[in-house]
């Protein structure tokens, strides 16, 4: 069966960690800021143009 999304977190590109949260963006719904708090995903704030990164380190580096 083919995977429709890879769910590998790239390692971190200054601690070299794999346990980085991914970053949402966008208005958030009840269930995002519920996952926020639960430390599943990290709120990314409005989409805007240009570079969003994907990812937040626990050292604090977004990529």
Do not use: H, K
């Amino acid at each position: 069966m083919n995977r429709l999304f890879d769910e590998s977190i790239p390692p971190c590109p200054r601690c070299q960690q794999t346990t980085a949260l991914p970053i949402v963006y966008g208005d958030a719904s009840t269930e995002m800021v519920t996952a926020a708090r639960l430390g599943q995903i990290v709120l990314g704030g409005v989409a805007t143009e240009g570079y969003m990164p994907a990812w937040m380190c626990p050292c604090g580096t977004r990529y």
